[in-house]
């Protein structure tokens, strides 16, 4: 059965940084696409991060542009998620996804697979 399992979240002062990480098992990692979500209280599940399978194409929402930087290990099944220079409004529940796909996608029906979410709390 696959499972994805976030870590790295916590509270952070605005400018600060973390670094978020999700491991997978239970799939063949080096053939999914893997993209990076969040959730702020009373809002909608946004794209944040996404990496192709091969990790040679990666994209951004505007939001997070320069700031974040999405890798993958493929030889530690896991893919990672640097945050620099965070933000009040970066605060959110982030989750890990996984598709299929060898093509990544923008929305939350592109993915078959779910972390159960890191939350991050950046403080002004």
């Known amino acids: 059965q696959v499972q994805l399992v976030e870590s790295g979240g916590g509270l952070v002062q605005a400018g600060g940084s973390l670094r978020l990480s999700c491991a997978a098992s239970g799939l063949t990692f080096s053939a999914y696409s893997l993209g990076w979500f969040r959730q702020a209280p009373g809002k909608e599940r946004e794209f944040v991060a996404a990496i192709k399978y091969n990790g040679r194409r990666t994209d951004y929402a505007d939001s997070v542009k320069g700031r974040f930087t999405i890798s993958r290990d493929n030889a530690k099944n896991t893919v990672y998620l640097q945050m620099n220079s965070l933000k009040p409004e970066d605060t959110a529940v982030y989750y890990c996804?996984?598709?299929?796909?060898?093509?990544?996608?923008?929305?939350?029906?592109?993915?078959?697979?779910w972390g159960q979410g890191t939350q991050v709390t950046v403080s002004s």
């Open positions: 996804a996984a598709t299929e796909s060898i093509y990544f996608g923008y929305r939350t029906y592109d993915y078959n697979y």
